[in-house]
Structures are given as structure tokens and as C-alpha cells.
T-cell receptor, first 114, second 115 residues
């Protein structure tokens, strides 16, 4: 079972920031939060991951609450090409049995509107 | 190539037919994964290779599904006696780190339709 809860869908105006929430209230201390997205007819694409500190890269920012029970993926200036399903995934940090699996839920379908 | 390549892109099989789906991972990637994605659902794990060794096949739905990676590079997912419920997109992913904490690179998948 997926260990995360995300809204089914969201809309965002082009050029505005898209803030995608994720609840992971049962996350363990050794689990990372990963975000992937899947554009129509393509495979999932890695976006960003974090453990407890906020992270930023060229694609997005990841804000993790202090208690680590929820996080928000921020796309600072959404474009039409950001229309996709966004998956929030928790995954163990250690390299042991089962740590390599990614357990996808249904994700959030983000529609960027012109 | 620069990414994970999967072929064919689309496959239509008659029920009962055997199919073979190919994955070319990024050169040098140690880890390789197969996922199955039904329509409207997120991908689900099928199996994991580290080099040529199949370390986990717990996600394979039945003994009709078989995967191999004999030389630690190209992998083939074979489905025998296909059924309609096998219709899905089959995704392959590879990683340069052994089960590490970096993101995986996925291919665009093979869409299998069983008629």
C-alpha cells in the first residue's frame, strides 16, 4: 500500500507557482521523500528528494515540515509542459531488502492552464 | 544512448500468445527494474536486477511472467500465454547506484494490448 496521500487533481495558472501537497504521516526516520512526475505517454521522471531539510534544484523545491509528516513540491513558475501526474513516494534511505522499490500511489494530476 | 530504451513501443497480442519486451538501460547502470502500469494507476513493481542477478521477483503476478538480464545489460520481460488482464504499460528503469537513494531513469514503456 502507498504510504502517502495526495489530492487527486489540481489546476494551476501558467506562470504561477504550483504547490503540490503530500501527507506521509507514518514516515519513518530513515525514509526519504521522493517526487516523480509522469507526462502523458512517457515514463516517470525523477524530480527531487529529501530527508528532512528543504531541497531545491533546477526543476523544483521540496519543503518538508519539521515533523516530517507532510511535504510540498513547489514548481515556481508552472508552464504548460508541467502538466503531468505527480507522485510523492517514501523510500528507505538504507540499501537493504525492499529499499529499491518505489511504491507509487495514484498521484496528483496537475493541469497547467493557459 | 542517453536514456533507457524500450522496444517495441506498442504491442498487440492475441490472447494466448507469448510476448517479449526489451529494455536497454543506460550504459553502465548496475540496477534494472521492471514495473507494470495499468490504465489510470501508478506503476507497480515487478522485478529487480543487480547486474545479471535477479534479486527480487516478488512483484511478478504469475509464473507466466519471466524476466532475464543474462549479461547484466539488456533485459527482456517475457509473458507467456497472455491474458487480457496483462494489458498494461510495462516500464523499465535503471540506476547507477546499487539500490541507492538516487532517482531512477525510466524508459517510455511498452504498451501491451491483449485482444
Amino acid at each position: 500500500d502507498a504510504k502517502t496521500t495526495q489530492p487527486t487533481s489540481m489546476d494551476c495558472a501558467e506562470g504561477r507557482a504550483a504547490n503540490l501537497p503530500c501527507n506521509h504521516s507514518t514516515i519513518s526516520g530513515n525514509e526519504y521523500v521522493y517526487w516523480y512526475r509522469q507526462i502523458h505517454s512517457q515514463g516517470p521522471q525523477y524530480i527531487i528528494h529529501g530527508l528532512k531539510n528543504n531541497e531545491t534544484n533546477e526543476m523544483a523545491s521540496l519543503i518538508i515540515t519539521e515533523d516530517r509528516k507532510s511535504s510540498t513540491l513547489i514548481l515556481p513558475h508552472a508552464t504548460l509542459r508541467d502538466t503531468a501526474v505527480y507522485y510523492c513516494i517514501v523510500r528507505p534511505a538504507y540499501s537493504g531488502a525492499g529499499s529499491y522499490q518505489l511504491t507509487f500511489g495514484k498521484g496528483t494530476k496537475l493541469s497547467v492552464i493557459p | 544512448g542517453a536514456g533507457v530504451s524500450q522496444s517495441p513501443r506498442y504491442k498487440v497480442a492475441k490472447r494466448g500468445q507469448d510476448v517479449a519486451l526489451r529494455c536497454d538501460p543506460i550504459s553502465g547502470h548496475v540496477s534494472l527494474f521492471w514495473y507494470q502500469q495499468a490504465l489510470g494507476q501508478g506503476p507497480e513493481f515487478l522485478t529487480y536486477f543487480q547486474n545479471e542477478a535477479q534479486l527480487d521477483k516478488s512483484g511478478l503476478p504469475s509464473d507466466r511472467f519471466f524476466a532475464e538480464r543474462p549479461e547484466g545489460s539488456v533485459s527482456t520481460l517475457k509473458i507467456q500465454r497472455t491474458q487480457q488482464e496483462d494489458s498494461a504499460v510495462y516500464l523499465c528503469a535503471s540506476s547507477s547506484i546499487r539500490a541507492g537513494s538516487y532517482g531512477y531513469t525510466f524508459g517510455s514503456g511498452t504498451r501491451l494490448t491483449v485482444v
